[in-house]
């Protein structure tokens, strides 16, 4: 075997399929870096020059296939030649694993994305595992690219461009037996037979995976162009152009040269070439290692627990519990009245019907769920959830109860969002054993969870928690035990200032568009009609003692006139059939001051907060607010869009609001640890 080939394994079996086991040292994920790629074109030449009866590619890894292209490498392209180099690279190496005239097979266990999916698509068939774990996709419109080693052309030509392209689209991943539904795989087998059906698959050759008939119609120049514009305009309702370009470059390349292989190609790699050196990329790959980085704050071998018990059955604690029985805990659920636990389970199979598509597991998360009003599943538990409504005393009570009964070794868990732990420790005999973990609502949509540590918080609950939230496969941030933590800190003085504006007489709609065409990915007061006025002034009255922040009189008026929002069906907006009705000939003012009021009065919080070490320093906090709010991911977090934009130029922009709209714009002293770039 060829020396320089360490990340492949080879092996002939007496049936004479060559496998190709890729197996990349050094990491737990396989990616197609340059390395790989280059190895992968040495064995394919192995291969031309002797012919086995197939080839099957699989992995040598747990976790799954392959997680797609080493995104470190787009990091070091500073121009269009180098990213070409790079990706006729890969597209070379898959072109000729097409050409290859003996069968070839992607056997798929785990995740399969992006230059993986690219890789299995080149292949004449593809076998995927029957387990939810086993997902494919193309993602890279997450990165700001899209498909560039042939897998826009090769996706488009085999499967109906509706799925093809909204899955480039959306970069959602697919289950497999969605995955096979569409053609993006051929076969779906359980562990015990996915060997022998990729042999088998290989030897039978049956017809490979082809356009169908209503694709082929799709695909027609004239339709192509009127599908095209009708994909962009939904495009459009979620990712404005200026932002994320990937999406409409995705269209205009099939749209322009469907039907010439060589052409799209060639386009296919220029397409990414040109997106690759943006700022968006960079920004969004920024957020991709952000994401990264969360990860690795903990472990999970330091803490496998097996029982959680969550104490309070609303839409926050209900939640919690159905996450964690849907990612294979034993949970058991406790609340006052058997009505509130039916609430909470109910809304548990709505997400499990959206979430679990393999009816068996579906029905064992289920079984994992477990109502238990009277609290016997405190004793049990590994970790112990308290997730009641807002008060310090009802929180102290609770805690009298369990602590006693809870196992020495157990997580004692608050999911407050405002209440500082050293108030609620207070309770505790062992106030070292309480640590926040502090869940954002929709617990199922939102990937950050908060782990509070205050002062008296041992070094053992900390760490267990963390290790604990990649369990239930969220991202771990530690803050510090303060007033609003880090996410409802920061985001609260932008809501505050957007019901400011409200009450100067701005129109609702021109707020809400001003923030939506920075790139949040809702407008503050519809975000506050969402969340519930009432929430938000309790939120704000709790923060404006600590901080000095200024609660406008609008928010009271609404919550005496009992006008709450959504929930309601009025507040700002009156909602009809759940969405707000908006007024499209609505004044839209000096979006830019709008726009900058909004902004300035977040990026300020953040500054603030990085002063005080809520978090340890400025790539955490980026994190938090970007997978705490959804803020612009392609603007890389609150204090890298301060240091591009020029921090200077920022706070000399604030002085002026402040002078002339109040004291809260004054730039804080957190602005001098912050370098623009």
Same mark, same amino acid.
């Given at each position: ?133 086993? @997902? ?44 096979? =539904? ?21 030897? +039978? ?33 979620? =990712? ?35 997106? %690759? ?86 029905? =064992? ?53 405002? %209440? ?77 200032? =957007? ?13 809400? @568009? ?29 923060? +404006? ?67 005080? @070490? ?54 804080? @002293? ?8």
């Amino acid at each position: 075997m060829n020396e320089s080939i360490v990340d492949w394994i080879t092996e002939t079996d007496d049936q004479g399929v060559l496998w190709l086991t890729l197996d990349q040292q050094g990491t737990d994920t396989n990616v197609l870096s340059s390395s790989v790629l280059d190895q992968l074109n040495l064995l394919v030449d192995g291969i031309v020059k002797d012919i086995p009866k197939a080839v099957v590619i699989c992995s040598g890894k747990t976790s799954g296939f392959i997680a797609g292209a080493d995104v470190k490498e787009f990091l070091a392209v500073t121009n269009k030649q180098e990213a070409m180099i790079m990706i006729k690279r890969g597209q070379n190496v898959f072109s000729r694993i097409e050409s290859l005239p003996c069968p070839t097979v992607a056997m798929i266990e785990g995740f399969c994305m992006g230059g993986g999916t690219e890789l299995a698509l080149a292949c004449d068939y593809r076998v995927g595992l029957d387990s939810s774990s086993t @997902k494919i996709g193309l993602p890279e419109v997450k990165l700001g690219i899209h498909p560039a080693f042939g897998g826009l052309v090769r996706s488009t030509s085999k499967i109906n461009p509706m799925h093809s392209l909204e899955i480039m689209l959306s970069g959602r991943a697919l289950a497999m037996k969605q995955a096979k =539904a569409m053609g993006f795989v051929d076969l779906v087998q359980p562990k015990r037979q996915i060997r022998r059906a990729a042999q088998q698959i290989a030897f +039978s050759k049956p017809e490979r995976q082809s356009l169908p008939m209503l694709g082929k119609l799709l695909s027609l120049p004239g339709v192509r162009n009127l599908l095209s514009a009708y994909m962009k305009k939904q495009v459009a309702k979620k =990712a404005a152009k200026q932002h994320y370009p990937a999406p409409y470059a995705i269209l205009d390349v099939w749209c322009q040269y469907y039907g010439n292989k060589k052409r799209i190609m060639e386009e296919e790699a220029n397409s990414v070439a040109r997106l %690759i050196q943006g700022d968006t990329v960079r920004n969004l790959i920024r957020v991709f290692f952000l994401q990264t980085q969360l990860k690795g704050l903990g472990d999970k071998k330091y803490f496998a627990p097996k029982h959680v018990h969550v104490i309070g059955a609303g839409v926050m604690g209900g939640d919690i519990a159905a996450w964690c029985a849907l990612r294979g805990f034993t949970v058991t659920l406790q609340d006052r009245e058997p009505k509130f636990l039916s609430k909470a389970m109910a809304r548990a199979h709505k997400l499990y019907a959206r979430r679990i598509k393999v009816l068996h597991e579906r029905n =064992a998360a289920l079984d994992r769920l477990i109502p238990d009003c009277k609290g016997y599943g405190v004793e049990k538990a590994d970790v112990v959830i308290e997730a009641i409504y807002e008060n310090s005393e009802a929180k102290h009570e609770i805690y009298r109860d369990i602590e006693p009964r809870m196992k020495p070794d157990a997580v004692l868990a608050t999911n407050t969002s405002s %209440i500082p732990l050293e108030e609620l420790a207070k309770a505790l005999q062992e106030p070292e054993r309480l640590v926040g973990i502090h869940f954002f609502n929709p617990v199922a949509m939102m990937p950050l969870v908060e782990i509070v540590k205050a002062k008296q918080s041992s070094r053992q609950m900390i760490d267990r928690a963390v290790a604990f939230t990649l369990h239930i496969g969220k991202l771990p941030l530690p803050v510090k035990s303060s007033p609003g933590f880090l996410v409802n800190r920061i985001l609260m003085p932008y809501l505050v200032e =957007a019901v400011f504006l409200h009450d100067e007489g701005i129109a609702p709609e021109a707020i809400d @568009k001003a923030a939506v065409d920075f790139g949040m990915p809702m407008g503050p007061v519809e975000l506050a009609d969402t969340v519930g006025i009432d929430i938000c002034h309790s939120v704000a009255k709790n923060l +404006s003692a600590a901080y000095d922040i200024s609660v406008p009189a609008g928010l009271e008026k609404y919550v005496d006139a009992k006008k709450l929002g959504k929930k309601t069906g009025s507040g700002f907006y009156q909602y009809k059939n759940g969405k707000a009705v908006k007024n499209r000939d609505a004044d839209l003012g000096d979006q830019k001051m709008i726009q900058n009021r909004l902004i300035f009065r977040l990026l300020n919080e953040a500054a603030a907060c990085l002063d005080e @070490k809520i978090v340890d320093e400025v790539d955490l906090l980026d994190a938090g607010i970007i997978f705490g709010t959804g803020f612009a991911p392609f603007r890389g977090g609150p204090l890298n869009y301060s240091q591009q934009k020029g921090s200077e130029t920022i706070t000399g922009t604030m002085q002026e609001y402040g002078s002339q709209f109040g004291e809260r714009f004054n730039p804080v @002293k957190g602005w001098r640890l912050l370098k623009s770039e």
